[in-house]
């Protein structure tokens, strides 16, 4: 079966234009990783959850805080290992360095029975919309232009 998760792409409008938030996951396997690492906060629906509720509740887990208003849904997208995302945007202004994640365990390196937490998201930087197509996930870019889209009707 393939995973299903949803998220949340938050931008806000400044003197600079449209920035966008995104966060970098956090753990070993993304440590090295910048330029098409960058992501929107997301996770896994899980049963009996709707995909809005996955992904306000997966926003406040990755960022630390509740949402302000409800989100709309933006684009439903299929990232290159499969995994379908459920969108939603919403404008809102957040301060990315006070960005404070929940962690998971993992154990590493591989195979060594040492088991090390991290936090989901160890980073979260707002980017114009060029500087956003630069570092986001390749399969994630199609959000991007969906949200070009819904900006160019809204008043």
């Not at 966060?23 to 070993?28: L, N, S």
């Not at 896994?44 to 992904?55: K, Q, R, V």
Request: aromatic share 6%; with cysteine; proline share 6%.
């Amino acid at each position: 079966m393939t995973d299903h998760s949803a998220g949340i792409l938050l931008y806000r409008r400044g003197q600079g234009g449209v920035e966008v938030l995104l966060v970098h996951p956090g753990g070993p396997y993304w440590r090295n990783k910048d330029a098409g690492a960058w992501q929107i906060p997301k996770g896994l629906i899980a049963a009996g959850e709707s995909a809005l509720e996955a992904a306000c509740r997966e926003a406040r887990e990755e960022l630390g805080f509740a949402l302000a208003g409800t989100p709309s849904a933006l684009a439903t997208i299929r990232q290159a290992g499969g995994k379908i995302v459920e969108a939603f945007v919403l404008e809102q202004d957040v301060d990315s360095s006070a960005i404070s994640s929940n962690r998971f365990e993992l154990e590493w390196p591989p195979r060594s029975g040492r088991i090390a937490v991290y936090p989901e998201i160890d980073g979260a930087r707002w980017l114009s919309l060029e500087a956003a197509e630069r570092m986001m996930l390749q399969s994630q870019l199609p959000l991007l232009e969906a949200l070009r889209g819904r900006l160019g009707r809204l008043p």
